[in-house]
């Protein structure tokens, strides 16, 4: 499974982007998720969602109520809805896929399959 995102980009406080993650090869059963990387940071999760069409999800508690993750199976791609953006949403944002949705869910230790990330600049 390769995993690709796209998306990122530069825009100001208060407005929004969508993320997309397209993924060659099999993840309709893999729970996949966003994580996010700020300078000097470390990495910290944002929004995971299950395998077999998605029916839940998590999200960190910085994102909630404003990012919205969902995912397209039959077109391979994952997308993050992000609105009401912040300066401190500023960060390479990755997409990230595992059988398993605690792993997703949490730290990203052990995750499977990794995406390349895409730049998202927020600015004040």
């Known amino acids: 499974v390769q995993l690709q995102a796209y998306g990122g980009g530069l825009v100001q406080a208060g407005g929004f982007l969508r993320l997309s993650c397209v993924a060659s090869g099999r993840t309709y059963d893999y729970a996949m998720g966003w994580f996010r990387q700020a300078p000097g940071k470390e990495r910290e999760f944002v929004a995971a969602i299950t395998g077999w069409n998605g029916g839940g999800t998590s999200y960190a508690d910085s994102v909630k109520g404003r990012f919205t993750i969902s995912r397209d199976d039959a077109k391979n791609t994952l997308y993050l809805q992000m609105n009401s953006l912040k300066p401190e949403d500023t960060a390479v944002y990755y997409c990230?896929?595992?059988?398993?949705?605690?792993?997703?869910?949490?730290?990203?230790?052990?995750?499977?399959?990794w995406g390349k990330g895409t730049q998202v600049t927020v600015s004040s």
């Open positions: 990230a896929a595992d059988p398993q949705f605690r792993i997703v869910a949490g730290t990203g230790d052990g995750v499977d399959y």
